[in-house]
């Protein structure tokens, strides 16, 4: 089945500055990459995502770069803000009926102030 | 607000006690997840009803039983757990299964088994 890993698992950036939070995945089938920001209290909710016919997507101040010849994608947060502060999670799948979303372990985004 | 609501947000329960989450989404999708968020760990898919079939049961005991009676609603039973069972459990719906379409997560369920 896939697997996927995150790197790191904390990041700490001052405000401002840029983060960058990569994910690695296993199987080559995978061709859909969300990423999901996790606040305290809350539950995991989409920021970006993207699908294998593409290199790149942004949005904002996030962007998503896929690299499927190597099987890694990565989130990009330009001008980090306090509010950035979150889990961040990545997750990847296929297509067709047994498809289910597989996930990193998630990275503790910290924007010092 | 992301249109999957769960109840109750928190629960403390004992492993006699038998009690069930409960998860309700109002955007017309027709898959429904039950995930587990432990700490440190990635979130570990549970179950999966598409067009309120069960589709995955991903080795969960049988302490955990869930049922999904129509399209918008979906339940966990839980019976004796285990204080190892204590998580997070969040339910999350898409459009359908296996279309790699966006899944909205509800806010979850704090479990406390003692």
């Known amino acids: 089945g896939e697997n996927v890993e995150q790197h790191p698992s904390t990041l700490s950036v001052q405000e401002g500055d840029s983060a960058v939070i990569k994910c690695t995945y296993s199987d080559s089938a995978s061709n859909y990459f969300p990423w999901y920001k996790q606040e305290l209290g809350k539950g995991p909710q989409l920021i970006i995502d993207i699908r294998s016919n593409v290199g790149e997507k942004k949005d904002q101040r996030i962007a998503v770069t896929l690299n499927k010849t190597a099987k890694h994608f990565s989130l990009h947060i330009t001008e980090t803000q306090p509010e950035d502060s979150a889990v961040y999670f990545c997750?990847?799948?296929?297509?067709?009926?047994?498809?289910?979303?597989?996930f990193g372990k998630g990275i503790t985004l910290s924007v010092r102030p | 607000e992301t249109g999957v609501t769960q109840t109750p947000r928190h629960l403390v329960m004992g492993m006699t006690n038998k009690k069930s989450l409960k998860c309700e989404q109002h955007l017309g999708h027709n898959a429904m997840y039950w995930y587990k968020q432990s700490a440190k760990k990635p979130l570990e898919l549970m179950f999966v009803?598409?067009?309120?079939?069960?589709?995955e049961n991903n080795s969960v005991p049988s302490r955990f039983s869930p049922e999904c009676p129509n399209s918008s609603h979906l339940f966990l039973h839980l019976h004796t757990l285990q204080p190892e069972d204590s998580a997070l459990y969040l339910c999350?719906?898409?459009?359908?299964?296996?279309?790699?379409?966006?899944?909205?997560f509800g806010q979850g369920t704090r479990l406390t088994v003692v």
């Open positions: 999350a719906s898409s459009q359908e299964r296996g279309r790699g379409t966006e899944a909205f």
């Open positions: 997750a990847a799948s296929s297509y067709g009926a047994n498809s289910k979303l597989t």
């Open positions: 009803y598409n067009f309120k079939e069960q589709t």
